[in-house]
């Protein structure tokens, strides 16, 4: 056993260590082989990555470094499967001539171990004259000592430090520690990126799934792109799944690409048919305003030993799917049943569920606050998880400034009318409507207010 540091798995050794061991290069074919595809369609080159196209164009800091200028410490900033990792294995391979290069996981390692890198880089540094490229993945996990124990080696050059972290740096990352690197923001990767990177790893028969001979549809991949967010890890993981499921038919389409990434569904016990009959009914006989029914059925279920506080969180649940904004009033009502419920038990609760029930019969009705949120939710969900427009970000530190944080807000509450001209959606959801107001109940009222702002925003634009 050696006193070699403990590090990550994500990097190959150095060539001369490789040369240690014959069979080392046959284990790691192997290994890799077994590894999922997206570790396996990891490209080795600068080159080979998409979608980085403002960090790795001519005349770019990066681009300019790695084409033989000298390397500075940075931190990659970006969300999960954007790319960090695969950048700075491209720049392990592209500076492997001039650099040793490390890797370790925060998750994985402490202060220890952090130590024994850094001791053997400012050892190489003095007897070997090489640098030492370090790369610590998900930075933000280690703590303000740890991230401390770095300075001295990247002010003395023993290191150049490359962080990877999905959280703002300007939080995760130690003043001291910041000031000496460079921040660079990795993007999700586009649509278009995300589809070429799956039909490179369809194509590719040394390391994708060129050998299964499958074929996917047009609509397939442009979903798998959508949904997945830019994650190129997840992408490739549900075309994996896909392209598994894919064998015999030889072909993804869009139900076999949804099949791939779908989720689990919540369980829910269904034995007692007759629970979930008398719900029904109730729910159903208040829906279509039928009092006396509902109080039927509400006997039922509380004479044949139903839990209130369910039948309570059911009705809370249809003061705001059913009733919504006609009468805002009901949801608070239907919360104090519920309290009551819990504080004075039964017999004496069960006049207040059969208060709110006679209440929600009468109750004027809408459900466009349910059929709004299940749009958003929609969209949410299968479609790019965009940012916020920046104007509406706050920008609590100089480095979220200067990449335009906060820029052109303006404030509502100093506009004559109290609404400013500012679009809040993602471009690709501008001018998106959910809420469609009837005109029942306060909701009438309540979408007057909001025409009338939509009108003033569209009067200033």
Known sequence: MTGKPKTSSLFEEEPAERALDSGAAERRAESKKDAPLAERMRPESIDGILGQESLLGPGEPLHDALSGGELFSMILWGPPGSGKTTLANAIRHQTQSRAHFEA?????????????VLANAAHRRKTAHRKTILFIDEIHRYNKSQQDALLPAVESGDVVLIGATTENPSFEVVGALLSRCRVFVVKPLDGPAVMKLMRRALSDHERGLGELGVEIDDNALMFLAEVTDGDARRALGALEIAASLARNAGR??????????SRKALLYDKSGEEHFNLISALHKSIRNSDADASLYWLARMIEGGEDPLYIARRLVRFASEDVGLADPHALTLAMAAQQAVHFIGQPEGDLALAELVVYLAAAPRSNAVYVAWGEARKDALETRADPPPKSILNAPTKLMKNIGYGEGYKYAHDEAEGVAAMECLPDRLKGRVYFKPTTRGREKEIGERLAASKAIRKGKG
């Open 252 to 261: 993804i389409d869009l139900a076999l690409a949804q099949k791939a990434l």
């Open 104 to 116: 370790l996981s925060a998750v994985l390692t402490g202060v220890k171990e952090l130590r024994e």
